[in-house]
């Protein structure tokens, strides 16, 4: 089979499987999740100041990767380091894979966590026996002054959450689209869900525009995600086998077909034969990736070096390239573009307003025009090729940049809304 057909077929074969799982889970969603909602009651009031007890429902945590985990993870660490009570409510997706810190006894688990195809992504929902009425007796019993869910709308967890809370509920909302297959079937039902939030956030203004044409008239906050400026900094060692003179470009992301790693490939090799420093280390995982391992010629695999799935380590690894490049086709906000800058490093990205809200072009690095493809990409990276200084300025104005969104900036601003919503 020719190598542009497998990629193909294993791109659909994945999007199929993973679609009809969806279908499946959408079916028993839709008869057993959708229904009256539980009136929010203030159980206490509470000041500016006071400890609240906080209960934070997500489909994705640990070992699962990406903006809302990250999102999760950083803003419960903070809560508990100011000595609010948290727990965050999730789907067993496997071990953490990593040291979740003062964080991890605070997590509970109620399902399992699968994974379908959505949005050009493969999104994760809870499926497992009686999960409405565990959650239920969870957000009973441990007397929550307020539930915070993050993608609220999404089955199953977070769409439960809203419905079986009884005290205020707000909600994030990470993700932008053009298309939703679930939006466009079913949010007439979901209004009620909508208007049941005390607080609707979104991490960047794109996602309102998202949501806006299913939701007119709904108010929104825009509160950014946060990034950790320390773990993320330009001090951090690099991996001394990376730095070898090597001109080093990195992807970080999962193998969705969204995030275009298969244009950053085909840049690759229009580039090599002419800069044969020119390393290509690929963070991230998914089910797509024999599909990109194929994509590399035998003769540049030593240049192509694929990591796998990377946690704990990523700030080296951030150290030891020269750029991120990041060819998303989609995205609300960038938090890998982020934690990049916060680095030290430049980025080469799309240029597409979610992550316009982060960076600037040719201030932080490169942003790349969607129609220009695969040659956009090329032009971008051998700009930076030909001017390696530019990777020293930028990184420099992308560290200043990602300043702005530390952890604690973040919190502050989302306990004002806590506070305001409980007193």
């Known amino acids: 089979m020719h190598p542009g057909l497998k990629q193909k077929f294993g791109i659909w074969h994945s999007k199929v499987e993973s679609v009809l799982k969806g279908c499946i889970l959408m079916s028993l969603f839709l008869r057993d999740w959708l229904g009256p909602i539980k009136p929010k009651v203030r159980l206490r009031p509470r000041q500016k100041g006071e400890k609240l007890r906080i209960a934070i429902v997500t489909e ?38 990593r040291d979740t810190g003062e964080v991890g006894p605070h997590v509970i688990k109620i399902g399992r966590s699968v994974s379908i195809y959505a949005n050009d992504s493969f999104a994760r929902v809870s499926i497992g026996r009686n999960i409405s009425s565990k959650l239920e007796n969870i957000l009973t019993q441990e007397k929550f002054d307020i539930v915070h869910v993050h993608s609220p709308l999404t089955p199953t967890l977070p769409l439960s959450a809203i419905r079986y809370s009884p005290v205020p509920v707000l909600g994030t909302f990470h993700t932008h689209f053009n298309e939703n297959f679930w939006m466009s079937l079913f949010h007439s039902r979901l209004l009620p869900y909508m208007n049941a939030l005390n607080l609707r956030i ?24 946060g990034i950790d400026v320390d773990w993320y900094n330009p001090n951090q060692a690099p991996i001394s086998s990376l ?7 990195l992807y970080v992301g999962r193998f969705d077909p969204r995030n275009g790693l298969d244009l950053l490939i085909e840049a690759f090799k229009a580039l090599a034969p002419k800069y044969p420093n020119l390393r290509l280390i690929i963070i991230g995982y998914g089910p797509l990736e024999t599909t990109y391992r194929q994509m590399v010629p035998q003769k540049w695999k030593e240049r192509v070096i694929f990591v ?21 086709k989609k995205g609300s906000f960038g938090i890998t573009l982020l934690e990049a800058m916060a680095s030290g490093i430049p980025v080469i990205t799309t240029d597409i307003e979610g992550f316009r809200f982060v960076m600037r072009h040719k201030v932080h690095g490169l942003m790349v025009r ?9 032009r971008a ?5 030909q001017n390696p200084h530019l990777c020293k300025e930028w990184g420099k104005n992308a560290r200043q940049r990602a300043l702005d969104f530390s952890w604690p900036q973040v919190t502050e601003q989302i306990l004002h809304h806590y506070y305001e919503i409980l007193s």
């Open 308 to 328: 796998g799935k990377v946690d704990e380590k990523r700030p080296a690894y951030y150290r030891s390239a020269h750029v991120l490049c990041f060819p998303a």
């Open 381 to 385: 990276l051998e700009y930076l090729l």
């Open 243 to 249: 730095n070898d003179g090597h001109f080093n470009v």
């Open 202 to 225: 979104a991490v960047s203004p794109v996602c309102i525009k998202s949501l806006e044409r299913f939701f007119p008239a709904q108010p929104f906050v825009v509160i950014p995600n």
């Open 370 to 378: 969607e129609e220009e493809g695969c040659q956009g990409y090329i």
């Open 60 to 97: 994705y945590y640990y070992p699962s990767l990406g903006g809302i985990t990250e999102h999760v993870h950083h803003f419960a660490r903070e809560l508990i380091q100011r000595g609010h009570e948290i727990k965050i409510i999730t789907a067993d997706a496997g071990p953490f894979g």
